[in-house]
Structures are given as structure tokens and as C-alpha cells.
């Protein structure tokens, strides 16, 4: 009897295993996820997730205290809109495979075929889902970052309409230009590590062109515009400090040596940043503020992005020290002088620190920090900082026509901006119905 199940055992182990075979190989072919990788990936989607809440913080302290909910309710409304249009088709449009170097195609439209196994073309040692939520909380902030440009002053349903319309049209092909396999400035060479051009330019260049349609606010050169609640903007700030760690070191798409150099060069490019800022204040007017170092925060942040997986922790101090003065300087004389009406510099930080950030690549990067990317000016490849110029330049006309056209459109249907009364009011009682301060009191006048 034993040798009998001997013999039936024996021949089962060995029809499992020859049955096995082929599942083994198919298995030993597909990439292994890391779980260290996955790990980091999960935190840094998260630290960019809370990025947007912090801008919320950020702008919701710079305007009146009649606008505050308003500017908030934007940039939630951003993160919920996006999230879904993310799933819908921003995911395939950006990072599908490629169209003639433009766009992506449709074949994860509704992340149809997105699931667990790693996506070899971008992140191979994490799951592609993974991959897809951090993209994600890239285009969420990126569209919000536009509304400070023109806050106190739109509708909220036009908004919501620009939103869809500015992520598909706008940010998805950008995206896909920039890292999307087979677009046409990564085929270039263009280097943008998480999002100079893709983020910065683009929302900073399109807030602009905003707020030139939109016109300026009604109270503007009659009353000051003063910061309600800097605290809150100190807060907001913070936050956007904290988060943007997961922005760069994320974008190595992996825990390792290439994740450390980037959130080392970050924190340092946003230090010397918020130092150069408030000493040019404090040479300009006596006395450095805490709205001047927060926003050199933001700055420095702003300009290390396209460079912080190319640039060393020296090179990082350089870009913060010189983009704090370029950034206050257009803030607080560019603008004015030029008469536009960029409500919480929406393009005096992000355009022109992007700008700034993606040409100093092209004059900073080093083979020896990413040996994926390139060397720059000061390495000897002066043809870099040109491919960087291309960059900036097309993702300006590119984003800048879009977002006249977009507004165009949108205007066919019904006005921009609210009604003179209704800004007067404040766009949280007119468009909202909503008190940040008084709520107890409005509620109690709606019984």
C-alpha cells in the first residue's frame, strides 16, 4: 500500500511541476515589484496629494477675508475634478502610447488594462496604479495653481468647466511631451524632472493670460489688497515645503541613491531661496516680511523642480540665491509696472521661476549626479541649455493659446467674471453663500 501511494505521489509532484513550468518562466519574465519602491511611491503620492490642501492654505491667507472659502472651494474643487478626469482620460492622453510625438492614445481610457503589474516603459518595480495616483497629484495641483492668478474675481461654474477643458487640452499633451515615451521634447532631450515646464510654466504662463482676459479686480489702485490671514499663509507654505519632498525625490520613481540627491537639493535650493528673497526685501524696504519668505519658499521650490534629479546640492544653493531676487522683483515691480492684475503671483513665481529653473538646467545638469540625463553649459554641452530654451519656449505658446482659446470658448455660454456687485460682495457670500467667520450668524439669517 505504501509503495503504491509512493508511486501515485510521485507522479503528481512531477505532472505539477511539468504543468508549473510555464507559469514559472511566464512569472520570471514580468518585472518584480519592490515593496521598498511601492512604499516610497505610496508616501510621495501622498506628500503631493496634500500639496493642493496646502495651497489652499497658502492662497486662502493672501486674498480678503470675503474670498477666502472661494479660493479654498477651488482648489478641492480641482482635486475632486481631476481625479475623476484623470481616470476617465487624462491617464491614456498623457502617458498612453505615443501620437506622432503629441498625445497619447486611447488605450487606457478609463484605466482599462491599468492594474497591479508594473508599467516597464516608467516605473518598473512598482505597481502601475501606483503610477497613475502620483501622475495624478500632479495634474491636480498644476490647474490649481492657475486660480490664484485670477482669484476674487471668476465664476465658480466657469471654473469648473476651465478645469476640465485646461487638464485635457493643456496639461495631458504636455505632459505626454515632456515624459510620455515617444513625445517630442523627451525625444529631444529636454530635461524636466518633475514638472519645471509640465507644471510650473505651464499653469503660471496660463494664469497670466487669465487674468489679462478676465481683466483687473474692481477695487484695484482704489484700496489696498492686502493678505487677510498670513498665518494661514505661513501654514499653507509650510505644507507646500513638506510636500514638494515627495514632487522631486518622488520623480526618481524609486527609493534609491538618485530619491536622496533630489530631496537633498530641494530643501536646499527653497532655504537659500527664502534667504535671498527676504534679503532683497530687506535691502528694498527696511525690513524683511513673512509673506517675502514664504513666497521665496515657494520660489526656490518652484526652480529646483525641472532640476532635481540633474543639479548637486551646491548647484541647488545657486538656484536658490539667484531666483529669490529674479521672483520679488517680479512680483513686486514687474507687474506692477506692466498694469496685469496677477492677484497672488501666480506667474511673477511659478512662470518666472519655472523659466528660470528649466534654463539653469541647461546650464547646471551633470552626468555625474544622473548619468540618464545630461551634461549642461558648465559641462561642456552648450546644446542643452538650447533644448531647454526649445522646452520653455513651446510649453509658453503651446499653454498660452490654449488658455485664450479655452476662455473664448467658455465666454460664448456666459460671463467670466462675476457682476461688479457680486465681487463687491465677495465671491464667498455671491457665489457660495457661505461666511468663513460668521458662519453661525448667516445661518441663523437663513432660518
Known sequence: MKTKWGWLISIAIMLVSVLGLPAMAWAADE?????????????????????TPGLALFYGGMVRRKNVLSIMLQCFAAMALVSVQWVLIGYTLGFGADINGLVGNFQWLGLSGVGGAPNVDYAGTIPHQVFVLYQLMFAIITVALISGAFAERLRFSIFVAFVLLWTTLVYDPLAHWVWGVGGWLRAMGALDFAGGTVVHISS????????????????????????HHLPMTMLGAALLWFGWFGFNAGSALAANELAASAFLVTNTAAAAAAISWAGAEWMHHGKPTALGAASGVVAGLVAITPAAGFVSASSSILIGLLVGPLCYFAVSKMKFKL??????DAFGIHAVGGIFGALITGVLASKAINPAGADGLLFGNPHQLLVQAIAVAATIAFASIMTFVIFKFLSL??????????EEMGLDISQHGEDAYNYGEMSSAHI
Open 204 to 227: 503660471g504662463v496660463s494664469g497670466l493670460v487669465a487674468a489679462l482676459i478676465l481683466g483687473r479686480r474692481r477695487e484695484t489702485g482704489s484700496e489696498p489688497m492686502v493678505p
Open 413 to 422: 455660454f456666459a460671463p467670466l467674471r462675476v457682476s461688479d456687485e457680486e
Open 339 to 344: 498694469g496685469y492684475d496677477d492677484s497672488l
Open 31 to 51: 518585472p518584480a515589484i519592490s515593496s521598498g519602491d511601492t512604499s516610497f511611491m505610496i508616501i510621495c503620492t501622498a506628500l503631493v496629494m496634500i500639496m
